[in-house]
């Protein structure tokens, strides 16, 4: 899930806000039994963290590549689409309804006011983003491809593949560009759409019209123009882009080839390397939760 999913389940879930857990499960090992009784004192998301605070301590949840969650309010379910499998990861029951979460990281953080430790200007969702931050920021990464760099959370919190893959496409940036290669025109129409089509994601989020509005983000036809849309795994995070050689001037080097790994038996295999945020590795192939 991308930042704008976890600012929307923040806004899903605020009815918890204020409300008392009375019930607990899930097949999570950090504690969980400890957050029985307690009641919710705020939850709020960043990039994409959501994140639950009690009186003295708060659980963080990350939903990584594969997590996802439901809730209901009053019986009625309140949250999106997504699909969901296996047993859950944990189960709050409050007296006005439910959460449960699947396949997500979920960690305490011992902090009476974790908010205050998040730094909200690298938040595309927040008020308090701040986009000339964020292309000083990029500047210091002159080597790096923009496609790398866009998923750094520590510049563009929420940003993930399909957002990257839709900004580098909205600003006919290739994603195997090199900053340093890239004008500053270009570089703050990159920042500047990375928080417009967020906002545009969570929009279409809302309706559950997301997938059907997506220009390049696994599609085949170039909607601009009529060209094949190709797709290479590439850069430091192994992560796949989406891109249509002729709008986003594509020229690939040697450098942006899929990294190949060497197994001990002496084979290689194109299997992803582990992504931020810890996880088994996965095959690619699998479709992540937007
Ligand atoms: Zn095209």
């Given at each position: 899930m991308e930042g704008p999913s976890l600012y929307l389940a923040a806004e899903q879930l605020?009815?918890?806000?204020g409300r008392r857990i009375t019930g607990v499960s899930g097949?999570?090992?950090?504690?969980?039994?400890?957050?029985?009784g307690l009641e919710v004192r705020q939850i709020f998301s960043w990039g994409k963290h959501l994140v639950f605070q009690f009186d003295t301590f708060a659980l963080r949840v990350h939903f990584m590549l594969w997590g996802t969650f439901a809730a209901t309010v009053e019986g009625q379910s309140v949250t999106g689409d997504y699909r969901r499998s296996g047993p859950p990861r944990l189960v709050l029951l409050f007296p006005n309804g439910e959460i449960t979460i699947w396949a997500a990281s979920v960690k305490f953080v011992e902090?009476?006011?974790?908010?205050?430790?998040?730094?909200?200007?690298?938040?595309?969702?927040?008020?308090?983003?701040?986009a000339r931050a964020a292309l000083a920021k990029l500047r210091?990464?002159?080597?790096?491809?923009i496609a790398d760099v866009l998923l750094d959370q520590a510049i563009f919190?929420?940003?993930?593949n399909i957002i990257k893959n839709e900004v580098l496409f909205r600003t006919r940036?290739?994603?195997?560009?090199k900053i340093s290669a890239i004008s500053d025109r270009k570089l703050r129409a990159i920042v500047a759409d990375a928080r417009a089509f967020s906002f545009r994601f969570l929009e279409l989020r809302r309706v559950f019209a997301l997938r059907k509005n997506l220009?390049?983000?696994?599609?085949?036809?170039?909607?601009?123009?009529g060209g094949k849309i190709e797709r290479r795994v590439h850069g430091q995070r192994a992560r796949r882009s989406f891109f249509c050689r002729k709008c986003q001037a594509v020229r690939l080097t040697g450098s942006s080839r899929t990294p190949i790994r060497h197994s001990r038996s002496g084979t290689s295999s194109r299997t992803a390397p582990r992504r931020d945020g810890g996880g088994r590795p996965r095959r690619i192939r699998l479709r992540a939760q937007a």
């Open positions: 605020q009815p918890f806000a097949n999570s090992k950090i504690g969980i039994e400890r957050l029985a902090d009476a006011n974790a908010k205050g430790a998040y730094d909200f200007s690298a938040d595309v969702m927040s008020d308090q983003w701040n210091a990464f002159p080597r790096a491809e919190a929420g940003v993930g940036v290739s994603p195997f560009a220009e390049i983000y696994r599609k085949s036809t170039c909607p601009r123009c």
